[in-house]
C-alpha cells in the first residue's frame, strides 16, 4: 500500500497547521497589525474563536505544547482575569461585526481550572460576541475527568470532547509520564455518552519510546472497539533541545525509521478496514462524522488544531501563545504567561509576533492546503514546469502523479504529503515563486 523512502522520511517538515508557519513569524508584526486586521472584518464574517488553557495537572514527558503545571490557585486565577480581560478588549475592537460560529478550548488541559471557571469564560464568549448556539469543542486530559466535567458539559452544550488517550500500553504510558488505564477512558467515554455528547475524538500516537507493532495494535483493538468520532494518529516528535521536558524520555528507547512507518502504515490499514474514512495524512474519521462529509466533498480544511471542516476566514485567540489568522495576517500572542497578563491588564492586545500573508503567498497555502487535504492541487500553467522539475524526484518514486494540470499525491505516497507541499513553501522549497 505505502512505499519506504526513508531518504524522505528523514527531512524534516513542518506540520503545515499554517502557511506561513510560526518559525517566520517575525516580532515587527505584532498588536498595530492585529488591531487593524480586526478594525477590517466585516459584518457577519464567519469567525471561528480558540482558547488557550497552558496548564495541566501534571507535565507529560513527551508534550511540545505550551503548558505548564496547574499547582498554584492563584497562578490559574490571575491567567483566568488576563483572559477574560483580553476577550473584552478584542469583543470591544470589534463591535460587534462577525458571527462566531465555533469555539474551541484547548491547552495544555482545559480541565486544568474549575469546570465553573470554563462555564463563566463561554458565558462571557456568548455575550459579548455575536455567537448563537456555536459549536464547541474542548480538549481534555481523560485523568483529570470527573462526573462533574460530564454535567458541566452537557449543560453548557459543548458539542465535542477530544480526549488525549495517546496509548493502551502501560509501559509505554510509564516510559512518556502519562498513566491512565484503559478502564478509566471506557468511563470517561461511557459518562460523556450517558450525557449525549457522542461527537468524541482520540488523540493516538506512534514512534513512542518501547512502543512495539503490537502495542500499536492492541491500542487500535481498544480504540475501534470504543468507536469515537474522530482519531487523530500522530508521529512522536524527539526534539529535547527545543522542548527540555523530553529529555526524561529514553532516545535509545524510541523506534527506528523503519518501525515507525510500519506503525503509520499498520494505523492507516487498520483504521481504513475499520470503516474510518482517511482525512489527510493522520486523521480519521466515522463515516457519519461531519468531516467525513467534508472529505467526500473536498471540503476539508487546516488549522491549528489539525484537520477540519471548519471553513471560517477567520480564526481569533484568546491566551498566552494563542494564534490568530486572517487572509493576509497571522499574529501570535505573547507566550509566556506573566507578560501576557501584563498586557493585557493595561488594556492592549497581547499579539506581538506575526507574518502578513501577501496574495503570493496565499496562493502558495492554498496549494499546500490543497495537497494537505485533498491529495491534489490545481496548478496555473505557468507553475507547471517549474513544479515537475522541482517534484521529478517524487514522481520517480510513485509518490505523485499529473492529472493535466492537477498535482496529485498518490495513494501509496499518501505519508509523504508534508514532503511534497514543503516543495510549495516560499522559504523551504525550491518551485518558483507563483
Known sequence: ?????????????????????????????????????????????????????????????????????????????DYLTALRAEVAIVAKRLGGRGRIRRIAFGGGSPNAIAPVELVRLLDLLLIVFDAHRPDVSIELDPRGFSSEWALVLAAAHV???????QTFAPHVQQAIGRIQPLSHIERVVAALRLRGIDAINFDLMFGLPGQELAD???????????????????????LPDMIPRQRRIDAANLP??????DQARLGYRRLKAAGYIPVGFDH???????????????????????????????????????????????????????????????????????????????????????????GRAHLDAAEIPSAQDALSDFEQKGVIEWDGEALVIRDCGLLYARHVAACFDGTRGNIAAV
Open 1 to 77: 500500500m505505502w512505499s519506504y523512502h526513508p531518504d524522505l522520511l528523514a527531512r524534516p517538515v513542518p506540520r503545515y497547521t499554517s502557511y506561513p508557519t510560526a518559525m517566520e513569524f517575525a516580532e515587527d508584526v505584532g498588536a498595530d497589525d492585529y488591531a487593524q486586521a480586526l478594525d477590517a472584518v466585516e459584518p457577519a464574517t464567519p469567525i471561528s474563536l480558540y482558547v488557550h488553557i497552558p496548564f495541566c495537572e501534571s507535565i507529560c514527558w513527551y508534550c511540545g505544547c505550551n503548558t505548564g503545571a496547574a499547582g498554584r490557585k492563584q497562578r490559574l486565577d
Open 159 to 165: 458539542t465535542r470532547v477530544s480526549l488525549g488517550v
Open 216 to 238: 500499536l495494535d492492541a491500542t487500535l483493538d481498544e480504540t475501534i472497539r470504543l468507536m469515537p468520532s474522530r482519531i487523530a494518529l500522530f508521529g512522536y516528535a524527539h
Open 256 to 261: 527506528d525509521a523503519r518501525l515507525r512507518f
Open 284 to 374: 480519521f474519521a466515522r463515516a457519519d462524522d461531519p468531516l467525513a462529509a467534508a472529505a467526500r466533498e473536498g471540503r476539508v480544511n487546516r488549522n491549528f488544531q489539525g484537520f477540519t471542516e471548519d471553513d471560517a476566514p477567520i480564526l481569533i485567540g484568546f491566551g498566552a501563545s494563542a494564534i490568530s489568522k486572517f487572509p493576509n495576517l497571522i499574529v501570535q500572542n505573547e507566550k509566556k504567561s506573566g507578560p501576557y497578563r501584563d498586557l493585557v491588564g493595561e488594556g492592549r492586545l497581547a499579539a506581538v509576533r506575526g507574518v502578513h500573508v501577501d496574495a503570493r503567498e496565499q496562493r502558495r497555502a492554498v496549494h499546500i492546503r490543497d495537497l494537505l487535504c485533498n
